[in-house]
């Protein structure tokens, strides 16, 4: 499901979250949701060069969510169930939230989240590649996808000629 979408949904029904704030465990958990909601919707809203005020909004929603965060991994560590770890992307987070209110710029502009679909693939190559040539074979690779869109490009632009015609 989209977060982004169950957030705003979240945000909607004041009475849950109402009878959310009684639960231990829910309460932080609809607070994460509608702060990274909160957080995407105005990245996406916002520049790539954002003004002050834009700037620490966003930094807000994002330090918002990792309290939440930080909040249920605790909740997670004291009743001894494993969820809600917090992870080495959490630090990452942390840092680029930093950056987002020292230098006014909107990570969605150079974030690798869109890229993360692309990892499987390097972790397939990574156990077939010796350590010594690991680098060498994801610069092949790399090599090799984009002469297959260069070909499926021309190969589109062909078809639309045609179809001009």
């Known amino acids: 499901p989209d977060i982004g979408l169950f957030g705003a949904w979240l945000q909607d029904h004041p009475n849950l979250l109402a009878s959310a704030q009684r639960d231990e465990q829910f309460a932080p958990l609809c607070f994460a949701l509608i702060s990274i909601s909160s957080y995407m919707a105005l990245s996406d809203r916002y520049p790539r060069f954002m003004n002050e005020e834009q700037a620490t909004n966003l930094y807000q929603r994002g330090r918002d969510f990792l309290r939440a965060h930080k909040r249920l ?62 680098s060498h074979s994801v610069l092949k690779m790399v090599g090799f996808r984009l002469l297959a869109f260069k070909y499926r490009v021309n190969w589109l632009n062909s078809q639309a000629r045609k179809r001009s015609q």
């Open 73 to 134: 991994t605790d909740i997670s560590q004291r009743i001894r169930r494993k969820r809600w770890l917090l992870k080495p992307k959490f630090h990452a987070w942390d840092e680029q939230l930093y950056r987002t209110k020292r230098w006014r710029m909107n990570a969605r502009f150079t974030a690798g989240w869109l890229c993360e679909d692309h990892m499987g693939l390097l972790k397939k190559l990574s156990r077939k590649a010796s350590a010594k040539h690991y």
